[in-house]
């Protein structure tokens, strides 16, 4: 009872006092307690530095304003079944006291300039598994490596990709290559989303192998983006 009063004693706001949803955040790892300290400045120094980041708020401190999209990983992923594809997939498993359903989630996180992460969440609740596709979307943030790589073009700048780049998951493997200023993302639906929130605004994309399971293709892809800054060392 005395816990319950102090609680809504706490919630009654001054006049005059805008109040925040903010939640407050209490770091769990060292490289969280740098940041929110102010020895790390940047997402760079990370991604630069190779430690993984493990709690998702270092990114929201960074890197604010993420924009997201939930890839169709539901519905039927046969062939031609583009039609019915919805963001969640259920999977049902049977046990002794009947079946279980399960929900995934797949997100792309970006800033649209230059930033790219995904991630895949599950759960019995299909609002948790966004959630949780959307923190590990953001730990899993990469840099990527624009430029104008195409020889039609020649700009210089960073509406495109530098060269040209692979990537590979399960049985689906994807080439991006460079394109001139105006092409757009010759890619379907899905890809386009990750290319987008990554900030790449021309590129030809060509894939190869069971591509309407979107989580291997948009992985695939991308892979091909984090191996733009591998292909240079
Ligand atoms: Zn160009």
Redesign the pocket.
């Known amino acids: 009872m005395e816990k319950e009063s102090e609680k809504e004693e706490a919630e009654i706001p001054e006049e005059g006092v805008v109040v925040r949803e903010e939640k407050a955040w209490t770091p769990k790892t060292q490289l969280g307690r740098d940041v929110l300290a102010g020895k790390i400045k940047s997402i760079d120094e990370i991604l630069e530095s190779g430690k993984r980041i493990l709690e998702p708020e270092i990114v929201d401190y960074l890197l604010p304003g993420l924009k997201e999209e939930l890839i169709l990983i539901g519905g039927r992923t046969g062939k031609g079944g583009g039609a019915q594809r919805i963001p969640i997939r259920i999977t049902a498993r049977v046990t002794k006291s009947g079946r279980r359903f399960r929900m995934s989630a797949f997100i792309v996180v970006g800033n649209e300039d230059g930033y790219v992460g995904i991630g895949k969440g599950v759960s019995v609740d299909a609002r948790k598994a966004v959630e949780k596709a959307r923190r590990r979307a953001k730990m899993n943030i990469i840099k990527v490596w624009r430029g104008?790589g195409?020889w039609e073009?020649?700009?210089?700048?960073p509406?495109?990709i530098p060269f040209k780049t692979e990537g590979k998951c399960g049985s689906v493997r994807v080439i991006l290559m460079p394109a001139?200023?105006g092409v757009g993302l010759v890619a379907d639906d899905e890809s386009k989303k990750i290319l987008r929130l990554a900030g790449i605004k021309d590129v030809w994309v060509k894939t190869f192998g069971n591509t309407s399971t979107h989580i291997n293709l948009i992985t695939a892809i991308y892979r091909a983006l984090k191996n733009l800054y591998i292909y240079q060392r």
């Open positions: 104008c195409s073009c020649g700009c210089g700048t509406h495109s001139p200023k």
